[in-house]
Structure formats: structure tokens, C-alpha cells
């Protein structure tokens, strides 16, 4: 791979901690939701950050790929559910469900794009068989 840019963030504390970019525009308290026994949902968490990231990277994946096949849509947005739980073999893994809105096509031209950005979108390939991601799209 060449790389094209490169960031870090630290965790100290883990899930009842705090995170922190380098550059310092990431500074957040995360705790566990109030699933996974924590006391609320007032704060940040891991799966929440990562949906952030996901949506976002997927956005940005299937706007190339519109932008490549030179195809006119309104602005298009992704929303990311991310998912923890326990595997069959006592660990934990994660699932995401991926919604893009793609106005201005068809339901098949807006099935076409989104499939075509969960190959480009580098959260999709660094997922790719080792979570399950179930992709769904609107076009209104």
C-alpha cells in the first residue's frame, strides 16, 4: 500500500476512558453504553466512533464512484448502525448496517452506486470477511 496519510489517536482507560487525537481535535470521555452495563448513554463509545468513521469514509467513497461514472444525483448522505456482540466462541465481534440515500436515480442506479462504494471505501475493505455488512439504499 502506498500511504496517503496517517493519524493516531490514544485510548487510556478503554471503554470508561478517554480518547484523544493527535492534533487534539478529537478529546472525548467514553464510557460504556447503558447495554454493555453502563450508568447511561450520555457519552461517547467505540462503536459510535467507528459508525462515524464508517459513514463518513462511505460517503466519501460513493461520491467518487458518482463522480467517476459521471452520474447526476442530488446530495447524497450514509447513516452507519454498528453493532457489538459475543461470538460462538466467547469473544466479541461487530456487524454494521450501512444506509445510503442517493437522490435523483433509480432504485437500481442508487444499488449499483452504493455496491460499487462498498468496494472503493476503505472501512469496507478492511471489514470485508470479517464482519457482516448488510448495505440498503433510498433515492428520495
Known amino acids: 500500500m502506498k500511504t ?3 493519524t ?19 478529546d472525548l470521555e467514553v ?5 454493555l452495563g453502563g450508568a447511561n448513554d450520555d457519552f461517547a463509545n467505540p462503536e459510535m466512533l467507528f459508525a462515524a468513521g464508517y459513514s463518513a469514509c462511505f460517503d466519501s467513497a460513493l461520491n467518487l464512484v ?3 461514472e ?3 444525483t442530488g446530495p447524497t448522505s ?17 456487524e454494521a ?8 436515480v433509480s432504485i437500481e442506479v442508487a444499488q449499483s452506486l452504493i455496491e460499487k462504494a462498498h468496494q472503493v471505501c ?3 475493505n478492511a471489514t470485508r470477511g470479517n464482519m457482516p455488512i448488510i448495505l440498503t439504499v433510498s433515492n428520495n
Do not use: M, W
Open 8 to 26: 493516531q489517536s490514544t485510548a487510556t482507560g478503554g471503554r470508561n476512558g478517554q480518547v484523544k487525537s493527535e492534533n487534539g481535535i478529537i
Open 31 to 35: 464510557r460504556h453504553p447503558k447495554a
Open 66 to 68: 458518482i463522480k467517476k
Open 78 to 94: 450514509v447513516s452507519a448502525k454498528v453493532s457489538i456482540g459475543q461470538t460462538e466462541t466467547g469473544g466479541f465481534g461487530l
Open 4 to 6: 496517503l496519510y496517517t
Open 70 to 72: 459521471d452520474i447526476q
Open 122 to 124: 476503505p472501512y469496507s
Open 97 to 104: 448496517e450501512l444506509h445510503a440515500n442517493i437522490p435523483g
